[in-house]
C-alpha cells in the first residue's frame, strides 16, 4: 500500500525565483492538502483540494497556488520567493476531505 | 486565528516510565488527533478521536478527548527509547477538514 510520497525532497532556491512541488496521495485518498512548516513550529495549513478544485485556504499570499489533477495528485507553487518562505511542505492526504490526513516526507525548500 | 497550546516544549523521561501531555484550546473543536513527528520525516498520525469524552488506544499510547471539546490528553506508558520524537496535537473545529496544530512537545527518553 503505498503511503504519501512527495517530490524532490530537498530545493534550493533563491529569492524571486518560482518553485513547483509535487505530491501524490496515499492509495485510495482523493483529498490533497498542504502544510507550511517552519523550525520548531508546528504545520500551518495552506490550502486543500478535491475533486480538482480549491476547497479551503489558510493564510497565505496569492503567491501561493495548487493544481490538483484528475489522478488526485497535486501540485503546490510558488511565486515570487521570500527568504520567509523557506520551511518543510508537507502534503497530507484523506478520504473524501476527511479529518484522518496522513502526510508525506516533506520538501525541504531553502530560499537563498 | 485558533491556536492550539502544548506544553512544556521539551520533556525528559527515564525509559520505562509514563508520560502525560496535554493539549488545549480557547475553541471548540469536533476532531481531535495526534502525531509523532522525527527529524527529517513528516508527521505520522498515532490516534484519532471523534466523540468528547471518548478514550482511545493504540498500543502502548492512550488519547482521550476532553469532555469541554477544548482539550485533549496523550498518555505513552512504559516507554522505550523509539518514542523519542516531537509529539503534535491537532484539532478540526467543524465540519471541515482544515487542521490546526500546537507547536509540538519535543520527548526525550533516557536508557
Known amino acids: 500500500d503505498a503511503g504519501v510520497t512527495q517530490s524532490p525532497t530537498h530545493l534550493i532556491k533563491t529569492r524571486g525565483q518560482q518553485v513547483t512541488l509535487r505530491c501524490s496521495p496515499k492509495?485510495?485518498?482523493?483529498?490533497v492538502s498542504w502544510y507550511q512548516q517552519a523550525l520548531g513550529q508546528g504545520p500551518q495549513f495552506i490550502f486543500q483540494?478535491?475533486?480538482?478544485?480549491?476547497?479551503q485556504r489558510g493564510n497565505f499570499p496569492d503567491r501561493f497556488s495548487g493544481h490538483q489533477f484528475p489522478n488526485y495528485s497535486s501540485e503546490l507553487n510558488v511565486n515570487a520567493l521570500l527568504l520567509g518562505d523557506s520551511a518543510l511542505y508537507l502534503c497530507?492526504?484523506?478520504?473524501?476531505?476527511?479529518?484522518?490526513?496522513?502526510f508525506g516526507p516533506g520538501t525541504r525548500l531553502t530560499v537563498l | 486565528g485558533q491556536q492550539l497550546n502544548q506544553s512544556p516544549q521539551s520533556m525528559f523521561i527515564q525509559e520505562g516510565e509514563d508520560v502525560s501531555m496535554n493539549c488545549t484550546s480557547s475553541?471548540?473543536?469536533?476532531?481531535w488527533l495526534w502525531y509523532k513527528q522525527d527529524p527529517g520525516e513528516g508527521p505520522v498520525l498515532l490516534i484519532a478521536l471523534y466523540k468528547a469524552g471518548e478514550l482511545t488506544s493504540n498500543g502502548r499510547l492512550t488519547a482521550q478527548f476532553g469532555i469541554t471539546r477544548k482539550d485533549s490528553f496523550l498518555n505513552i506508558s512504559a516507554s522505550i527509547p523509539s518514542d523519542v520524537g516531537i509529539y503534535f496535537c491537532a484539532g478540526v473545529p467543524g465540519a471541515n477538514s482544515k487542521l490546526t496544530f500546537g507547536k509540538g512537545i519535543t520527548l526525550s527518553v533516557r536508557p
Open positions: 475553541s471548540i473543536f469536533n476532531t
Open positions: 492509495s485510495g485518498h482523493d483529498t
Open positions: 497530507a492526504s484523506s478520504l473524501r476531505r476527511g479529518n484522518e490526513q496522513f
Open positions: 483540494y478535491y475533486e480538482e478544485e480549491e476547497r
